[in-house]
């Protein structure tokens, strides 16, 4: 996976891993994406989850079983797919997401 670099709230504080993941997932649903957390349990498999569609509609799997961190570094690729540019998102957000690299 790739690295999130520290991303910052307007007053300095470092943003906490679990608000993160609720910002992303806002942003998720925002747009059409029902996120999922779901026990992944495939013998010799690392999965931390990933975006697909079903029935016409995107559906995000996160694997309940990984970090949040990890479940963040998931949630921005993920994001990444789509356009976002007529979408308002938190600029710190916005940055992280254009930001973010594999």
Known sequence: MGKINSCLFPDNKLMNEEVLLNQLEELAEKIGILVRDENINIEESSSTGGLCRIEGKYVLILNSK???KE???VMIKALQQFD???????????????GYEE
């Open 84 to 98: 976002l540019s007529d979408i308002y998102i938190k600029p710190v957000i916005r940055e992280l997401l254009e």
């Open 71 to 73: 479940k963040n570094q």
């Open 66 to 68: 990984v970090t949040v």
